[in-house]
Nanobody, 116 residues
Framework: QVRLVESGGGLVQAGGSLRLTCAAS????????MGWYRQAPGKQREEVAT???????NYANAVKGRFSISRDNGKSKVFLQMNNLQPEDTAVYYC??????????WGQGTQVTVSS
């Protein structure tokens, strides 16, 4: 069983920055696809950024150039650096652990609110 705990969310003004952290326990994340997703009120959950076990990263078009995903496999942590935040980035942000052999897990989410 893998447990994911997100932290670092909060209220920030437009143009500001936040850094989200996902701490994984119950299993190593090395070689595992990890990702950040978000869900705004009344909308479906969407992919924000992913980091594959092989070291590749992918970003949603809406966040390219502003967000950066990184990971520390030794500490079982994944980060999402978010710069130049905009009101449309307001959402609950979720961490995801996705392994074909070990399962798919979600964290409880952390709220990010960007005021204009």
């Amino acid at each position: 069983q893998v447990r994911l705990v997100e932290s670092g969310g909060g209220l920030v003004q437009a143009g500001g920055s936040l850094r989200l952290t996902c701490a994984a326990s119950g299993g190593i994340i090395s070689g595992v696809n990890m990702g950040w997703y978000r869900q705004a009120p009344g909308k479906q959950r969407e992919e924000v950024a992913t980091s594959t076990g092989g070291g590749n990263t992918n970003y949603a078009n809406a966040v390219k150039g502003r967000f950066s995903i990184s990971r520390d496999n030794g500490k079982s942590k994944v980060f999402l650096q978010m710069n130049n935040l905009q009101p449309e980035d307001t959402a609950v942000y979720y961490c995801n652990f996705n392994s074909a052999f070990r399962g798919n897990y979600w964290g409880q989410g952390t709220q990010v609110t960007v005021s204009s």
